[in-house]
């Protein structure tokens, strides 16, 4: 499918809603039915009807629809924040005894649900440097029930191997998640890759205006509706009509946006590499990332994200560097804590802006 078709297109029918170009925002929590045995039927098969807007909605189908041909997924949901559509997907896939197999450091609330949620439910976990498609095969263990990706992961950018790790996954019989937020489907499509369910964070690039939170969890259409009929509807964590209306509203200009991100940073990198007081610009496009090679054949593009090492061995230093930017906001994901391995290594303290 044509990407602006998809973004510009699909699941619009302007004849059902007045020929209109934007679609319309269903602010709807319930539907009506004519007859008792027509609300008994909805009933048994809410996944294909309007009854409640914690379940389907009309706006919101829309939006799943393009998400969906954009992941190249048969299905998805779409969730009130990442971190739902993260959680949801784990919870889906453990039960209590099996274990869980998951990159170093990956999103800050899937790290929390894995150390301090889940082991309330007897699922260990175990954090690999995904790396190496050897640390996957060696940490597999017979109750492995799911390997969790994060690929590039945020701050370092440390690559997995999608389809090394897809098919090795398959072999085992383990569900293999990916947090795709970094990248979005326009630049990396991981269920082409053999990948069973693809998540990532609208709050970011399918938003983009700073307005909304959200999260796609893209599928097998079996998976994600085992997934609506259960964590979906029990947790109650459904995105809202007025933000998926806001959300395809950000689809519109998602290729033009990610493009001219693209072409900012590419400019943008030679310059930070050149400053006197950086002592290394991080970027899986860069010729100089370790990873560059598996960066070009499983990515089509990279983000607006990086991170700069400064030349500091102190806190303070980074924190003068924060507070003295004008253009970069600090917002919650800037982060002035070291990570844990690189803290007093050389001297040298992480920094990442966005
Ligand atoms: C922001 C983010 C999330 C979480 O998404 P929310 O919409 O904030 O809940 C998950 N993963 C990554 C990589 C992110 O950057």
Redesign the pocket.
């Known amino acids: 499918m044509e990407l602006s078709y998809i973004i510009n297109e699909l699941a619009e029918s302007r004849e059902d809603y007045f020929r209109a170009i934007a679609p319309p925002l269903i602010q709807t929590s319930n539907f009506a039915f004519k007859t008792v045995d027509d609300l008994r039927k909805s009933f048994e098969d809410e996944y294909s009807t309007w009854l409640y807007s914690r379940g389907l909605n009309p706006t919101v189908e829309i939006l799943r629809k393009k998400l969906a041909a954009l992941d190249g997924a048969e299905d998805c949901l779409v969730f009130n924040?990442?971190?739902?559509?993260?959680f949801a997907s784990v919870l889906a896939n453990v039960k209590s005894g099996d274990h869980i197999l998951s990159v170093k450091n990956p999103?800050t609330?899937?790290k929390k649900m894995f150390e301090e949620i889940l082991p309330r439910f007897q699922v260990t976990h175990s954090y690999i440097d995904g790396t190496a498609i050897e640390n996957f095969e060696n940490a597999i263990q017979p109750n492995t029930s799911v390997i969790y990706l994060?690929t590039p992961?945020?701050w370092t950018y440390d690559l997995q191997d999608l389809a090394a790790v897809a098919s090795l996954a398959r072999k085992h019989g383990i569900i293999t998640i990916v947090?795709n937020?970094?990248c979005t489907p326009l630049y990396q499509k991981p269920i082409e890759l053999g990948i069973d369910l693809v998540?990532?964070?609208?709050?970011?690039y399918i938003s983009g205006h700073s307005d909304t939170?959200?999260?796609v969890l893209s599928g097998e259409k079996k998976m994600i509706e085992r997934i609506f009929n259960s964590e979906y509807m029990n947790i109650g964590s459904g995105i809202q009509p007025f933000n998926a209306w806001l959300l395809i509203r950000g689809l519109r200009t998602l290729e033009a946006r990610l493009e001219r991100i693209d072409r900012t940073t590419q400019a943008l990198i030679p310059l930070l590499k050149a400053h006197p007081r950086i002592e290394k610009v991080i970027y899986p496009l860069d010729p100089e990332f370790p990873q560059y090679e598996l960066a070009k054949k499983q990515m089509k593009g990279a983000c607006g994200l990086l991170t700069i090492i400064i030349k500091t061995n102190e806190c303070a230093t980074i924190e003068k560097f924060c507070n003295s930017l004008k253009h970069i906001l600090i917002e919650q994901?800037a982060g002035t804590e070291p990570l844990e391995e690189e803290k007093n290594q050389n001297g040298i303290q992480r920094e990442v802006t966005r």
Request: proline share 0%; no cysteine; glycine share 8%.
């Open positions: 924040s990442g971190a739902a559509a993260i999103y609330w899937a994060e992961n945020s947090d937020s970094y998540l990532q964070s609208a709050t970011k939170v959200a999260g994901m």
